[in-house]
């Protein structure tokens, strides 16, 4: 399925939040509506400014992981009326903004992201 992007924000940490519409008719006028946010994480020292002993190094980190990591997310509502599909998709997009402007823009989100799929290779 190829990626519709439609909207990006900056968020405070410097990450950008991407709003990708993958949704799709599946019967007559009805739809599929899927909303996917992604963000980019470069794996960095900056995200790291107190070292820690119990965190890899980046070098240990990158092997395992690569030079970037992603965070995706999918929301979906199921039977949409072709009428109903923009409103319920600006509705998704709002929520997922607010989700991704508090929490995904935190300055902690990248660091953790990072050692999450980190710990998730081991």
Same mark, same amino acid.
């Given at each position: 399925?190829?990626?519709?992007?439609?909207?990006?924000?900056?968020?405070?940490?410097?990450?950008?939040?991407?709003?990708?519409?993958?949704?799709?008719?599946?019967?007559? !006028?009805?739809?599929?509506?899927?909303?996917? =946010?992604?963000?980019?994480?470069?794996?960095?020292?900056?995200?790291?400014s107190?070292?820690?002993?119990?965190?890899?190094?980046?070098? !240990?980190?990158?092997?395992?992981?690569? !030079? =970037?990591?992603?965070?995706?997310?999918?929301?979906?509502?199921?039977?949409?009326?072709? &009428?109903?599909?923009?409103?319920?998709? &600006?509705? %998704?997009?709002?929520?997922?903004e607010?989700?991704? %402007?508090?929490?995904?823009?935190?300055? !902690?989100?990248?660091?953790?992201?990072?050692?999450?799929?980190?710990?998730?290779?081991?």
């Open positions: 399925m190829q990626d519709n992007a439609i909207k990006k924000i900056a968020l405070k940490n410097g990450l950008t939040l991407e709003f990708i519409d993958n949704s799709r008719k599946i019967a007559g !006028d009805r739809y599929v509506v899927v909303l996917k =946010t992604r963000i980019e994480v470069p794996v960095s020292n900056s995200w790291f107190e070292r820690d002993a119990s965190i890899p190094s980046i070098e !240990d980190i990158t092997k395992k992981v690569g !030079d =970037t990591v992603f965070f995706e997310q999918k929301k979906e509502r199921n039977f949409v009326d072709e &009428n109903e599909k923009e409103a319920v998709l &600006n509705n %998704i997009i709002e929520v997922a607010d989700f991704g %402007i508090r929490y995904l823009g935190h300055p !902690d989100f990248p660091k953790k992201l990072i050692l999450k799929k980190y710990n998730e290779k081991k």
